[in-house]
């Protein structure tokens, strides 16, 4: 294609991401990016939001929808990953390091060195590469790249020199294209160029120019659902106009530092680097006035160190509520508790440089539990004699008639800051880590000491004075004064913190330093500051747990760490010193090219007043994060004293509006949300939704709602794009469904049983195109497949889809209608009998090698289930989200009895010997099938039962052996695969597979 940029000329073609998407390499690279935490661009804005998207998967579906694709498939995938980064010399910007021109000598046959490179002395080298350069004579001859080499060529000689590895090992080594956005790109933009028919030499240009020939002007982005801002950056990075909105403002403030901080220019940049610096003296000075955080010797506080202290009632002895004494591994630092016995209570010593056994013993704190899930209780020695109360009953935990769970602690009212002198739960100061800028060179002397009645009479001060000023501060909005709502079912969010602690208002989570300290910075940021001011209350609150771990450094742990808003028996208070780094982070810097043309609203998605070309949205599922319920934490800080530029937003997380669970509830506000962002989108706008799919509903109901929005599926990929979590064990979701979208004109008609046809042809030619596009792919020398059995599969899935929603009434019923209709708990509903229609038919399309399509037909989904698995083992499959997507697939409700492992990374199917006799029962999925009895066969086979026994029990397995011969065909059938895919990975099955086969064709019947 090379016809100029004409506005409209690709109005109806069909998008590159309806047709294909290269989502093994993207799932790499989405891998890549996740894992990468601290380096990932936007988290240094909020590192405390979770669940963002990566922004290379938003590229994906920015420049996937702006694309065309041209009919030439391969061409087109071609480009695409030029555009992506993930071309061969791509790779080499990509790479940490470029090869000199004498490891290029060395390593590749060049006919003609001369033609680019320049040696001197002149004359010395052969002609033609590969050079030896432990030839003496070579020693003191300099190569250089010719200076009329282009840089493609340099990096077209440069890539042949990369290691030869799978791509995802290639990704690992490499650096992200983002990293080395300046250069990566170079070398693409004539071939782009000459395919599109565009005269672009970057981004911005390039999505100008296919929007004026798409849509007739720079294309407008749109998502509802902006969350971090990871879609709306990435598509006004690359040069699209942007709308974003969502309903919570964190998120819209987040989204808007994610355009003006990191996507500002030069000169708002150095306006933030001037307020950062400008803040920084501002509360240094007032808590420097106050004398606070310092010792009066030169040293100043970096982490005061708190925990609950509460009165024994069997010994009435107040005792410091401390799971381990460890201060500190890493320095090795341990608080000892000293009777005393005048007072019944304890003083803390702390002890530097202890040894191993100090430190090991240090680690049984007053606080225990005796095993994970047990109550935990406080335990202190009076005499020699052990005193064990559980912490439920020194709060007093009692149920009430309702069945919740009350307690006696007494309610925090709204002028508290600490505990009042006769609560059951106190608090205590007892270490304070000191710091010293060290006498000669960098760095700092550090030093744990107790609290001294010095530094008590400065906390006194601190007290006073946030006390004197509570109610002014409240009024001005520099600090909370919002009640704690606790969050509804299933978990309650911030019940612990009432029901824990007695607190009602969110200042009650911060102590009285904290308060100061956060409410100085509130008082004296603007609005690019207002990020900063997030992460201190984030790292400075008493839910910020003090990090005491061996790598620890003693610095305290972000409240979300988890998303639980748990409360701590002791947590840390960073002196202002030492939130410096915080106050004045340095955040990367991509200026974004229309920065005026982004815009960020604050409303609900179903009330959006903006239209876009393109719609990339990840709504709320599910399970997923509570945002409407944990970031009351952040609102509560800012609702009273926005800066102008977020005062038109409404600062309350406004939780009746937010779309959570997955029920009704659910499926109208989003149906609403789609609704209204169809209404905003041309006749040729495209829709990209993101969602995990944990549960095999989320389909349906995804498709339900597409359905009722008025729009029609075009495509669907799934992209893996989370690695294992560190916060929940075994399975996490990893993968993201891309669902690509149209609006659906017309009131297209069909029956069902067209249908039937009409799915077929599709999901067969749809397979075959991306199957086509392997075999294509392979011919230009990639030894990778562009799509695994999985994605084919999706697309599978995704082709009977877009066959389904194609049509407005089928057998005569209004879709739309059908699909928003309430559903009775335990009913199909007559969507629900089409879906499963749809990818019941898709799914026939794709019976493995070696399994005739009428045996396959016959199989239930269990049997399918383990049949397609251990074909993908017997190619390397081993990540949970496969098995995920094939139970899903096949309809499996629980696949887990049939795997030997549920690890994330290393899944595997119970070999016929691990499933035994298991799994023959009626509760079973696998009950009365052919293949559970032919893995029966088998595994008396390995065991050495006599044939003809092992023979005997197979007919009795399998139901009616004999009056149906098709069955015992089927197991013959079955006996063949299992010998050829088990050949490599479990030979001893593979070999009594073949053995059950010979028996069963041998076997004499009648
Ligand atoms: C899954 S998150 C989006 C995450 C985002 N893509 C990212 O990478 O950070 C969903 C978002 O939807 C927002 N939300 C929930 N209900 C909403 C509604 N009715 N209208 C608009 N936004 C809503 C939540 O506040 C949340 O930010």
């Known amino acids: 294609m090379n016809c100029g940029v004409t506005p409209f000329s690709l109005k109806d073609a069909p998008a590159l991401i309806e047709r294909l998407l290269p989502v093994q390499k993207l799932s790499a690279e989405a891998f890549k990016e996740q894992e990468g935490r601290q380096s990932k661009t936007l988290t240094g804005l909020g590192s405390y939001w979770k669940g963002r998207k990566p922004l290379i998967l938003s590229k994906a579906c920015i420049l996937g929808s702006l694309l065309p694709a041209t009919g030439d498939s391969a061409r087109d995938l071609e480009i695409f990953e030029l555009l992506m980064g993930m071309d061969d010399a791509s790779f080499v910007a990509r790479w940490r390091r470029r090869p000199k021109p004498t490891e290029i000598l060395q390593k590749l046959s060049i006919d003609h060195i001369a033609d680019f490179f320049s040696a001197s002395p002149d004359g010395v080298l052969p002609g033609s590469a590969p050079v030896d350069w432990l ?151 007032v808590v420097d006035g106050m004398g606070i955080e310092s010792d009066g010797a030169g040293w100043h506080a970096k982490v005061f160190v708190y925990c609950l202290e509460a009165r024994c009632p069997q010994t009435g002895w107040m005792v410091p509520a401390l799971p381990t004494r460890v201060v500190s591994k890493g320095y090795r630092v341990i608080a000892e508790l000293i009777p005393n016995v005048e007072h019944k209570r304890y003083d803390i010593a702390i002890r530097s440089g202890v040894t191993d056994d100090e430190l090991t013993a240090a680690e049984h704190g007053t606080v225990r539990r005796d095993n994970r899930y047990a109550d935990a209780y406080l335990e202190h020695e009076v005499e020699g004699r052990s005193y064990k109360t559980k912490i439920s009953t020194l709060r007093g935990d009692y149920e009430r008639p309702d069945g919740s769970i009350g307690s006696r602690l007494r309610l925090w009212e709204k002028l508290d800051t600490k505990p009042k002198p006769d609560d059951i739960l106190q608090e205590r100061l007892y270490c304070i880590q000191w710091m010293r800028p060290k006498a000669r060179g960098k760095g700092f002397d550090l030093e744990f000491r107790a609290v001294s009645a010095d530094d008590m009479r400065r906390e006194e001060i601190v007290e006073e004075f946030v006390q004197a000023h509570l109610v002014e501060w409240q009024a001005k909005g520099y600090v909370p004064d919002m009640r704690i709502e606790v969050g509804g079912p299933p978990r309650y969010q911030g019940l612990d913190l009432v029901r824990g602690r007695g607190w009602t208002f969110w200042h009650h989570v911060f102590n009285p330093r904290q308060l100061l300290v956060a409410g100085l910075i509130n008082q004296f940021s603007s609005a690019r500051l207002k990020s900063s001011l997030t992460q201190v209350l984030n790292l400075n609150s008493r839910l910020s747990g003090f990090d005491n771990s061996e790598g620890g450094a003693a610095a305290t742990k972000g409240a979300f760490v988890n998303q639980a808003l748990n409360t701590l028996y002791f947590y840390g208070t960073r002196g202002t010193r030492f939130l410096v780094p915080a106050l004045t982070q340095d955040y990367p810097s991509f200026p974004i090219p229309h920065l005026d043309q982004c815009v960020v609203e604050n409303k609900p998605a179903a009330s959006i007043s903006k239209s876009a070309d393109i719609f990339v949205t990840d709504p709320p599922y599910g399970d997923a994060v509570k945002y409407e319920e944990i970031l009351d934490f952040f609102i509560s800080w800012l609702r009273k004293n926005p800066a102008p530029e977020f005062a038109d937003w409404i600062w309350d997380s406004r939780r009746a509006l937010a779309i959570q669970g997955e029920g009704e509830d659910f499926r109208r506000g989003m149906v609403a949300a789609y609704r ?176 005739s399509k009428g045996h396959w037909d016959k199989l239930t989904g269990a049997e399918r289930f383990y049949l397609k698995m251990l074909d993908m083992e017997a190619r390397g499959a081993k990540t949970l989200d496969n098995y995920q997507n094939f139970a899903k697939a096949f309809k499996v409700h629980d696949f887990r009895p049939l795997l030997g492992s549920l690890r994330a990374n290393e899944a595997r199917l119970k070999s016929a010997v691990e499933l035994g006799r298991s799994e023959m029962g009626e509760g079973s999925e696998l009950h009365e099938s052919v293949l559970r009895a032919v893995l029966y066969a088998v595994m008396e086979l390995v065991k050495n039962v006599d044939g003809n026994e092992a023979l005997a029990h197979l007919t009795l397995n399998i139901p009616n052996y004999y009056g149906d011969m098709t069955q015992r065909e089927l197991a013959i059938e079955l006996s063949g695969y299992l010998e050829n895919r088990l050949d490599a990975r479990r030979p001893e099955e593979a070999s009594a597979a073949r053995v059950l086969r010979e028996l069963v064709k041998n076997q004499r019947l009648g």
């Not at 020693?139 to 995802?168: G, M, N, T």
């Not at 017309?746 to 042809?761: M, N, P, V």
């Open 135 to 285: 030839n003496p004579a070579y020693a003191s001859v300099k190569v250089a790249w010719r200076e009329d080499v282009s840089e493609l060529e340099r990096r077209r000689l440069e890539a042949q020199i990369l290691p030869h590895v799978p791509y995802r090992e290639r990704v690992e080594e490499a650096r992200r294209p983002e990293e080395v956005m300046d250069t990566v790109h170079e070398h693409i933009w004539s071939e782009v160029n000459h395919h599109l028919g565009t005269s672009a030499s970057s981004f911005a240009q390039l999505v100008e120019q296919l929007g004026i020939m798409r849509f007739g002007h720079r294309p407008r982005v749109a998502d509802t659902f902006c969350g971090s801002g990871q879609i709306p950056f990435e598509a006004a990075r690359l040069g699209c106009d942007v709308y974003a909105s969502d309903l919570n403002p964190i998120a819209c403030m987040l989204t808007w530092g994610a355009f003006h901080i990191v996507g500002g220019s030069t000169e708002d940049r150095r306006t933030l680097k001037h307020e950062q610096r400008e803040l920084v003296k501002h509360v240094q000075c």
């Open 676 to 851: 209204r962002m169809t209404e905003c989108m041309p006749e040729n706008g495209i829709q990209v939704i993101m969602f995990t799919h944990q549960s095999g509903s989320i389909w349906a109901d995804m498709a339900n709602i597409v359905w009722a929005s008025g729009l029609r599926v075009t495509a669907a990929w799934y992209v893996v794009t989370e690695t294992d979590s560190p916060l929940r064990e075994g399975s996490y979701v990893k993968g993201t469904v891309l669902l690509v979208l149209r609006k659906r004109g017309g009131a297209h008609k069909t029956t069902r049983d067209d249908l039937a046809w009409e799915i077929q042809e599709e999901v067969e030619a749809q397979v075959q195109e991306l199957a086509g596009l392997n075999q294509k792919a392979r011919t230009l020398h990639r030894d990778e497949n562009v799509f695994e059995d999985a994605d084919i599969q999706m697309a599978g899935d995704a082709a009977a889809l877009r066959t389904l929603t194609r049509y407005s009434v089928i057998d005569g019923r209004d879709m739309a209608a059908e699909a928003i209709r309430p559903r009775v708990k335990g009913e199909t509903t007559f969507v629900d009998g089409l879906i499963t229609f749809a990818v019941d038919t898709a799914n026939q399309c794709l019976v493995p090698q070696g399994l």
